[in-house]
């Protein structure tokens, strides 16, 4: 080979390298558009039909005002009729588990209906006024958050009147993967209605479509249900939320602790409510040999937090230097051993057993009491991810 050919051909492949290069690049710097941010896609769909939008402070578009979904619907004269609302309210701002009230938008003057507390399913009364249901929320994508039972509910009534759903789809804020125990069906509640992971590895369009695939509504009924699918939106990469989807998951680190923080709530320890950095710490007044201490007050999101007024000893995670893709055990058995009661009693696990309506069982709780090792625990959860895994790929719309 000539010196002239050699020059060619490494010309050749810097070009194929560079392009490549460039190519992955522009791929994965592409600006994300959510089903939100696609109104060429649904506004035909809606029009000339009477639209319920069940949405939070989390419906906005990506734009630079990030305009709300119900302010750019109606400015396209949008027929909407009412808007549903999940836990913690339209405006995001009410307590988790706090009953919300049914209201007037004061800027709109449409009516607010919750779908929480004692009306988690709408009545046909509510959704009669009504030919879709447009449903636009930020998930977390954790079985134990609420708005993946809420659309369930949702996608049940409507099947039972014959009603539409269509899903504004947003990211699944841990990605792809999958970890933690699959629900026992004996312990099915809001908090967990399916028999999946903790970590279920889809976005809420693509779960909607598992439950209907699936027959997981009542009585195997299938919803006439639609996704607006997003653009540039790829299952191993994070994207930061347009706004906080709850007042205790301020921001991004607190999202990422929340599926191994989240069993605390089922414990007597804090983790962090009633101070600024929810869900970014944990700790207890009887477990007094961890370092960090914080006593939680009543303050925005919480007005009456667990352990108010005590001083709890535990860790401070704002700087954990991992984005986990797992759920992490480790504090939670750390908590458990440290935990010394004043009155000599077990009472680590709250009375009302909370912490196995979390995991989804009363497994999880007997293998921390036993002294299992995380390792250990987590190889018992291996055959039922493996399981799921089989259902999941079944619905996957995106690039894993």
């Known amino acids: 080979m000539n010196f002239n050919v050699k020059i060619k051909n490494l010309v050749l492949i810097c070009l ?105 399913k709408p009545k046909p009364e509510q959704i009669n006024d009504s030919d879709v249901i447009l449903f636009d929320l930020q998930d977390v994508g954790v079985r134990f958050y609420t708005y993946i039972s809420t659309l369930t509910y949702v996608m049940e009534a409507a099947a039972e009147a014959g009603k539409e759903v269509i899903v504004l789809d947003r990211p699944n804020p841990h990605d792809g993967y999958t970890d933690g125990p699959i629900l026992n069906k004996k312990w099915t509640s809001f908090v967990g209605m399916h028999e999946i992971p903790v970590i279920y590895g889809l976005t809420i369009g693509e779960y909607g479509h598992m439950v209907n695939g699936e027959g997981w509504l009542k009585n195997g009924i299938k919803a006439k249900y639609s996704v607006v699918k997003m ?37 007597n320890v804090s983790l962090g409510r009633g101070t600024d950095f929810p869900f970014q710490a944990y700790g207890s007044p009887y477990t007094k040999n961890l370092s960090f201490s914080f006593t939680p007050k009543p303050s925005y999101g919480s007005k009456n937090p667990p352990l108010n007024g005590q001083e709890c000893f535990g860790e401070d995670l704002r700087n954990y230097p991992t984005t986990l893709k797992e759920i992490n055990l480790e504090w939670l058995i750390k908590a458990y051993k440290d935990y010394k009661s004043p009155s000599g009693k077990n009472d680590f696990f709250l009375k009302n057993l909370f912490f196995d309506t979390l995991a989804g069982s009363d497994q999880l709780r007997k293998q921390i009491i036993s002294g299992l090792s995380q390792e250990q625990i987590k190889a018992s959860w291996k055959q039922g991810l493996q399981d799921f895994e089989k259902i999941r790929q079944k619905y996957i719309i995106y690039p894993n």
């Open 16 to 120: 194929i390298y560079f392009g490549i290069t460039s190519l992955f690049n522009a791929q994965s710097t592409a600006t994300l558009k959510t089903g939100a941010d696609q109104p060429d896609v649904y506004l035909p769909m809606l029009k000339g039909k009477k639209v319920i939008v069940l949405t939070n402070q989390t419906g906005v578009l990506s734009d630079s005002k990030h305009t709300h979904l119900i302010d750019f619907l109606l400015s396209k004269k949008v027929n909407i009729t009412k808007i549903f609302t999940p836990e913690h309210g339209f405006r995001g701002n009410a307590d988790a588990g706090e009953h919300v009230k049914n209201d007037i938008d004061q800027q709109t003057g449409l009516r607010i209906v919750s779908l929480y507390g004692n009306n988690r």
């Open 231 to 267: 653009v540039n939106y790829h299952k191993q990469q994070r994207y930061d939320m347009l706004e906080k989807p709850s007042p205790n998951l301020p921001n991004n680190k607190a999202i990422n602790l929340y599926p191994s923080l989240c069993f605390f709530e089922g414990a």
